[in-house]
């Protein structure tokens, strides 16, 4: 179900509310001589139209000649945009801040210097307020302008304060763009390539990492700065498994944005990406407590999510229920986890056109455990193939072998022997091609070959060697890194005695609820 190209008028026109759609056709009444305009029309056409199809389009418009519908699409497309930039102002300060130094070039334009003065300098501080370092260099060099083509009269030393100003920004821009980049760079290299494969792999991200934020020093560096080099940080620890330090910087993260109010309604989605990590590390250290009572405010911050916008609701949506998926596996309650999937395929149909394949990757993976945790191999099967089936290349190639060793093991849970034989070449050649075999994945592929040809008198035993030779391998923690995609230990121990996986998985939570 990835999103699919579409045009791009008609994806707009889908992603509209039902009062922005009133506020549009408020907007043209307003503004237009002639209701019955062309793109009007087109605009009606598009809206009660399930799909793109320009030949339908032009039969519900017979007025609208062919040649003339780029032009008339054109012209729709930013008067819809027009319409949302009147109508979602108010609640956006950035949107303020650029509005206001428009209408200082309007009046700027119309000779009236010292009133667009005063408009920039009213812009300035509130783009200093919320950290717009951007908008604010472009009003100082507006401001600039203005001082160095007119004598305005202004104050002794004007010119020095606007360039020290100007020079603060500047390093301001510089460092957030710069923690920015290292952020998104760790991203990718993650999406890449997942977690380190051993020590020659680590050194190599390591040095990535340090050579890229040598010299930060994180005491002096401003808000969305320091927001961005916990991000770092993070992808930095996830990728070089240190869940403790992963840990550490997500919550750093998270307190960042609580300390700052004004930040999080800026930016509320780099916020819930803070919130996404901190649920994910609390998920991966066992943290079960408090990772219930930081899913409990994430639920509360869902409920007005819609409130700032479409794209936020849609994030809050994907974070929210991939966590509450991760707490059923923590707790072992795959079953009840099953009442997610609906609500999930309903959200990813209603959202198919924005939300990428990556996050759908992930949801069908998730899906595909619970099924296989609640001992429903043949439904697991079912979204193992849809991640088997998807044309993604490169990303996210930890979770395709993953689902492929998933999809082969129930197979077998299946007795699908003949089936199993042929996958087992199949997902070896693949997993070879990707370079991800680590000694678990050598060891269970070695179970599953032997269990072909071996007697079902032998099963037991094997499934006790095969658990006591990846706790040994698994001491090192690069193997270990296969346990964060399939909890295969406690697979097995569900062979050995005989009873469900999930009841295994819940015994085990419930002891170290205990310990703790």
């Given at each position: 179900?990835?999103?699919?190209?579409?045009?791009?008028?008609?994806?707009?026109?889908?992603?509209?509310?039902?009062?922005?759609?009133?506020?549009?056709?408020?907007?043209?009444?307003r503004?237009?001589?002639n209701?019955?305009?062309?793109?009007?029309?087109?605009?009606?056409?598009?809206?009660?139209s399930?799909?793109?199809?320009?030949?339908?389009?032009?039969k519900?418009?017979?007025?609208?000649?062919?040649?003339?519908?780029?032009n008339?699409?054109a012209?729709?497309?930013?008067?819809?945009?027009?319409?949302?930039?009147?109508?979602?102002?108010?609640?956006?300060m950035?949107?303020?801040?650029?509005?206001?130094?428009?209408?200082?070039?309007?009046?700027?334009n119309?000779?009236?210097?010292?009133?667009?003065?005063?408009?920039?300098?009213?812009?300035?501080n509130?783009?200093?307020?919320?950290?717009?370092?951007?908008?604010?260099?472009?009003?100082?060099?507006?401001?600039?302008?203005?001082?160095?083509r007119?004598?305005?009269?202004?104050?002794?030393?004007?010119?020095?304060?606007?360039?020290?100003?100007t020079n603060?920004v500047?390093r301001?821009?510089?460092?957030?763009?710069?923690?920015?980049?290292?952020?998104?760079?760790m991203?990718?290299?993650?999406?890449?390539?997942?977690?380190v494969t051993?020590?020659?792999?680590?050194i190599?991200?390591?040095?990535?990492?340090?050579?890229?934020?040598?010299?930060?020093?994180?005491?002096?560096?401003?808000f969305?700065?320091?927001a961005?080099?916990?991000?770092?940080?993070?992808?930095?620890?996830?990728i070089?498994l240190?869940?403790?330090?992963?840990?550490?910087?997500?919550e750093?993260?998270?307190?960042?944005?609580?300390?700052?109010?004004?930040?999080?309604?800026?930016?509320?989605?780099?916020?819930v990406?803070?919130?996404?990590?901190?649920?994910?590390?609390?998920?991966i250290?066992?943290?079960?407590?408090k990772?219930?009572?930081?899913?409990?405010k994430?639920?509360?911050?869902?409920?007005?999510?819609?409130?700032?916008?479409?794209?936020?609701?849609?994030?809050?949506?994907?974070?929210?229920?991939?966590?509450?998926i991760?707490?059923?596996f923590?707790?072992?309650?795959?079953?009840e986890?099953?009442?997610?999937?609906?609500?999930?395929?309903?959200?990813?149909?209603?959202?198919q056109?924005?939300?990428d394949?990556h996050?759908?990757?992930?949801?069908?993976?998730k899906?595909?455990?619970?099924?296989?945790?609640a001992?429903?191999?043949?439904?697991?099967?079912?979204?193992?193939?849809?991640?088997?089936?998807?044309?993604?290349?490169?990303l996210?190639t930890?979770?395709?072998?993953f689902?492929?060793?998933?999809?082969?093991?129930?197979?077998?849970?299946?007795?699908?022997?003949?089936l199993?034989?042929?996958?087992?070449?199949?997902?070896?050649r693949?997993?070879?091609k990707?370079?991800n075999?680590?000694?678990?994945?050598?060891e269970?592929f070695?179970?599953?070959?032997?269990?072909?040809?071996?007697?079902?008198?032998?099963?037991k035993?094997?499934?006790?060697?095969?658990?006591?030779?990846?706790?040994?391998?698994?001491?090192?923690?690069?193997?270990?890194?296969?346990?964060?995609?399939?909890?295969?230990?406690?697979?097995?121990?569900?062979?050995?005695?005989?009873?469900?996986?999930?009841?295994?998985?819940?015994?085990?939570?419930?002891?170290?609820?205990?310990?703790?």
């Amino acid at each position: 179900m990835p999103n699919t190209v579409n045009d791009p008028l008609f994806l707009l026109i889908k992603s509209l509310s039902g009062a922005e759609k009133r506020h549009f056709k408020l907007y043209i009444s307003r503004n237009q001589a002639n209701e019955e305009a062309k793109f009007v029309k087109l605009f009606a056409a598009l809206e009660s139209s399930r799909e793109y199809k320009e030949g339908q389009i032009l039969k519900k418009c017979p007025t609208i000649d062919r040649r003339q519908l780029p032009n008339l699409k054109a012209h729709l497309y930013g008067e819809l945009l027009t319409s949302l930039r009147l109508l979602h102002s108010v609640k956006n300060m950035e949107i303020q801040i650029r509005e206001q130094i428009d209408f200082a070039r309007i009046l700027y334009n119309r000779g009236l210097i010292f009133q667009a003065l005063k408009i920039l300098d009213k812009a300035k501080n509130q783009a200093k307020l919320n950290s717009h370092f951007i908008l604010t260099l472009e009003i100082l060099q507006f401001e600039k302008d203005i001082e160095g083509r007119h004598i305005t009269r202004s104050l002794k030393g004007r010119a020095g304060d606007l360039i020290e100003e100007t020079n603060f920004v500047i390093r301001q821009i510089n460092e957030v763009t710069h923690l920015s980049n290292v952020a998104l760079r760790m991203y990718e290299l993650y999406l890449e390539n997942g977690h380190v494969t051993d020590k020659q792999n680590s050194i190599r991200i390591e040095k990535i990492f340090r050579d890229n934020i040598a010299g930060i020093n994180e005491a002096q560096v401003s808000f969305f700065g320091k927001a961005y080099l916990h991000q770092s940080y993070c992808w930095y620890y996830i990728i070089q498994l240190d869940f403790t330090k992963y840990y550490r910087h997500a919550e750093k993260w998270v307190h960042l944005f609580e300390k700052h109010a004004e930040a999080k309604r800026e930016d509320p989605i780099l916020y819930v990406k803070a919130m996404h990590n901190l649920l994910n590390a609390l998920f991966i250290i066992g943290r079960h407590q408090k990772m219930v009572e930081e899913l409990h405010k994430f639920e509360k911050f869902y409920e007005i999510a819609g409130s700032y916008n479409e794209n936020l609701e849609i994030q809050v949506f994907v974070y929210l229920f991939t966590s509450k998926i991760n707490l059923h596996f923590l707790e072992g309650t795959f079953t009840e986890g099953l009442n997610l999937v609906k609500p999930i395929e309903e959200k990813l149909k209603q959202y198919q056109l924005y939300i990428d394949t990556h996050r759908i990757l992930v949801f069908y993976y998730k899906i595909a455990s619970l099924y296989f945790g609640a001992g429903d191999s043949e439904k697991a099967i079912v979204y193992l193939s849809k991640i088997i089936n998807l044309k993604v290349g490169q990303l996210r190639t930890d979770i395709q072998c993953f689902a492929r060793l998933l999809h082969l093991i129930a197979h077998y849970e299946l007795g699908n022997m003949v089936l199993v034989e042929y996958l087992i070449k199949s997902v070896y050649r693949y997993l070879s091609k990707m370079e991800n075999m680590d000694a678990i994945l050598v060891e269970i592929f070695s179970f599953l070959r032997r269990s072909l040809s071996s007697k079902p008198r032998d099963e037991k035993k094997s499934f006790i060697q095969l658990r006591d030779t990846l706790e040994k391998i698994s001491t090192n923690k690069y193997n270990r890194r296969s346990y964060q995609y399939l909890d295969i230990v406690s697979w097995l121990d569900s062979k050995i005695e005989g009873v469900p996986v999930q009841r295994i998985i819940q015994s085990k939570f419930k002891e170290s609820a205990k310990s703790k």
